[in-house]
């Protein structure tokens, strides 16, 4: 079939616009300060404009699993390029506050969206023996556009001396993606039994399932953890370890190189050995032990405490999205759904988690916070621990020729 031997551009052009979605999200990020200047904002609001995304996210992630069940996923993933590439050019003619977040929950929309895309053009496209390879790339998609975003905006900002400009780029590369989808991309589902598609309801049977809950609360956990850790860490260095702006901004540093080592690393070994769960709960043991090494010790001990926090939180991804594709009865459309819910509940944990956390900074220290906040990585433990293993352990030679 030629959609057949368009798979691998398909799955390309999918990644270019998933990264773009990583990208709207981080990319205000490193010249905030200017934003807030100019549209006459205060932080409390600039904060707002960032978070706002994982929450719109979690909402539209959920509620619009019906919309994806009854269009297929061609029309859905369309609908999140051109939602991420109008939020995207808006940044052109935002006045405010209002607009600007505006802007923003339309990328959020379009964010909620793009759940169900990977999992579903993966599982169709590619054979259960080259998924975990594809899922390794998905997973590290997030940890490459965050050092994209910090490496390249200010040169790209400096080169075309606008931030609305630099704002509005990543929609460009959203519309090309969106050309290249509607022209290669055929909607499997769309064959699918109409009956099938309209009266069953997927997202309900997926909750009754052991193993997509046990995977949506390790997922739930695991966000909840990375992103309190990412967003306070710093200033836990800054106010509490009293380290300098620069010392703590290099440690952090660490986090993200230690995911991308860590998403390649784990995701070829679990792809060549063929099994998932020793790449999931011993990994999120290392997060919580990373996390307290970096709260409780000092120079070379806290370093390697960041390096394990950030390799343990990276290293797990390829298991949590190749998991899905191998529970008992799944179809691709049913994969999306599992990859919309547990990544939902994951995003509205990142949206609750700084709040919450921010707020107890009242009552205790920033370390207890931090501390108290990296335990759901033991319950994230404990209950991939119990799940199934759904995976088949590959012998010496069949591992030779992977």
């Not at 010790?297 to 394990?308: A, H, K, N, P, V």
């Not at 404990?382 to 591992?399: H, I, L, Q, Y």
Request: charged share 10%.
């Amino acid at each position: 079939m030629k959609e057949k031997s368009h798979r691998f551009l398909i799955v390309t052009v999918m990644f270019l616009g998933l990264m773009m979605q990583n990208i709207l999200w981080f990319a205000p990020a490193p010249f905030l300060s200017l934003i807030v200047e100019e549209l006459g904002m205060n932080m409390a609001q600039a904060g707002l404009s960032m978070s706002i995304i994982g929450l719109i996210t979690a909402i539209s992630g959920l509620f619009l699993g019906g919309f994806f069940i009854n269009v297929g996923i061609k029309k859905t993933f369309s609908m999140a390029l051109i939602l991420m590439s109008i939020g995207s050019f808006m940044n052109l003619i935002v006045n405010g506050f209002w607009a600007l977040l505006l802007a923003r929950i339309l990328i959020g929309i379009g964010f909620g969206f793009c759940l169900p895309v990977a999992g579903t053009v993966i599982m169709t496209y590619f054979t259960q023996e080259e998924r975990p390879y594809l899922n390794t790339v998905n997973s590290l998609l997030p940890y490459l556009a965050t050092a994209m975003t910090f490496i390249l905006t200010i040169p790209v900002f400096k080169l075309l001396g606008s931030w609305r400009m630099t704002l509005a780029l990543p929609g460009v590369f959203s519309l090309g993606a969106l050309l290249l989808w509607l022209k290669y991309y055929f909607d499997q589902t769309e064959a699918m039994q109409v009956e099938e598609r309209l009266n069953r309801n997927i997202l309900r049977e997926l909750i009754k399932n052991r193993e997509v809950v046990l995977l949506t609360i390790a997922d739930i956990c695991d966000m909840w953890s990375f992103q309190f850790v990412t967003t306070y860490m710093a200033t836990f260095f800054y106010t509490e370890a009293l380290l300098s702006l620069e010392k703590s901004s290099y440690l952090m540093s660490i986090f993200p190189i230690a995911g991308i080592i860590a998403g390649l690393s784990c995701g070829i070994a679990m792809s060549k050995i063929g099994l998932r769960k020793p790449f999931t709960w011993p990994l999120h043991l290392t997060i919580f032990i990373g996390t307290t090494m970096a709260l409780y010790l000092t120079g070379f001990g806290r370093m390697f405490g960041i390096f394990l926090s950030g390799f343990g939180n990276a290293g797990w991804a390829p298991a949590l999205f190749t998991m899905p594709m191998e529970f008992d009865d799944m179809t691709p459309e049913k994969v999306g759904a599992v990859y919309a819910l547990m990544l939902s509940g994951g995003f509205l944990a990142a949206f609750v988690s700084p709040f919450l956390g921010g707020y107890l900074t009242k009552f205790m220290s920033l370390r207890t916070v931090l501390f108290l906040f990296s335990m759901p990585s033991l319950l994230a433990a404990f209950v991939t621990w119990n799940m199934k293993e759904t995976g088949r352990k590959r012998s010496v030679a069949e591992m030779r020729y992977r």
